[in-house]
């Protein structure tokens, strides 16, 4: 569909959501670049990669990392700040034997020295920053006078990532909470608030009404579970090769004809609430572990008992609610199924 022209920040929407880059939640979420703090944050969603590191640097100026099984679309994507430090962040996800990965290619107006910091943050939000230390230029910083702010992520409370001027033509590329994703002509990619943003004509951002929930046998979602018992825990695996927790709920369902969301986040928020007592086989149970927030899911198999993907040599198992570890941590019940 040809792209139109909308108001406020005046906007061109793609007429495809799918066509943008930052689509699903268990994608890479966000980048910020920070200039007052000489830093650039690589905002995530769900379970913090395992490993970030320096995999080359073909010139002084040039830091390539690679975030291993951080899952988005495979496709270049450019931040370009333009200012005396940063030249410009190059992205690009790649999908190979059922692993994700994404190269990062940072390249700097000198060779500034760099460290690696790895966070959780509130939402379910993981965080990777590349933090340059011995910054000696002047930073170009963010003017707020008549401009709207465009923030890393689809909160207010977000860092902001730019301001855009009232009446400037922008991309729009998706919507959430009440805010748009969009990209004006200098390249920089921000949620910028609806009340913000008027666009003419149909929006072809609205969300839809949620689809009724499936009417899957609850017996064949742990039926497909227990045929997986056994199979060995690898973080961000989706395969009868290997499964972290997620990855199992997914495929089990997908194998029922149930489409779920990636991560145990989306899993968790995106599913319909029920109390512990009302919990039936085939529901989901979530946990907090590493961060306050869901983290480990499993599928709820009758008899106070759950099937999940362990971080132990026993990977996929079956495990007693009841267990002082998992009572502790039990966070709640969604389910995804209609009966």
Known sequence: MKARIILLITAWATGSAAAGWFQKADWLAAVTYRQAEDAIYFDTTGELPPQVKVVAQGA???????????????????LSPRDDV??????????????????????????????????????????????????????????????????????????????????TRVEVYDYAKEMYLVKPPDGTLGWVKGENLKIE????????????????PRSEIVATAKKYLGVPYVWGGTSADGFDCSGLVQTVFAENRVSLPRGSGDQYRKGRKISKGGMRPGDL???????SGPSHVGIYA???????????????TVTPLSQ??????FLGARTWLAD
């Open 201 to 216: 004509g149909d929006n072809p951002f609205v969300k839809e009404e949620p689809l009724p929930l499936p009417t899957t």
């Open 60 to 78: 002084p100026n040039l830091i390539k990392l690679e975030l291993v099984n951080l899952r988005i679309n495979p496709r270049i994507y450019t």
């Open 302 to 316: 009758g008899d106070g008992k759950f099937i999940h993907a362990e971080s132990s040599p026993r990977g996929v």
């Open 86 to 167: 940063v030249i410009d962040i190059r992205l690009e996800g790649f999908e190979e034997r059922g692993r994700s990965r994404v190269e990062v290619a940072v390249d700097l107006a000198k060779p500034f020295e760099y460290e690696l910091e790895r966070r959780q943050v509130e939402g379910g939000v993981s965080q990777v920053i590349l933090r340059l230390t011995n910054v000696d230029v002047t930073r170009v910083q963010p003017d707020a006078a008549g401009k709207a702010p465009l923030y890393a992520r689809p909160a207010a409370g977000a860092p902001i990532v730019a301001y855009v001027h009232y009446h």
């Open 324 to 329: 002082p570890y998992w009572d502790e941590r």
């Open 285 to 291: 149970v979530f946990f907090r572990t590493y961060t």
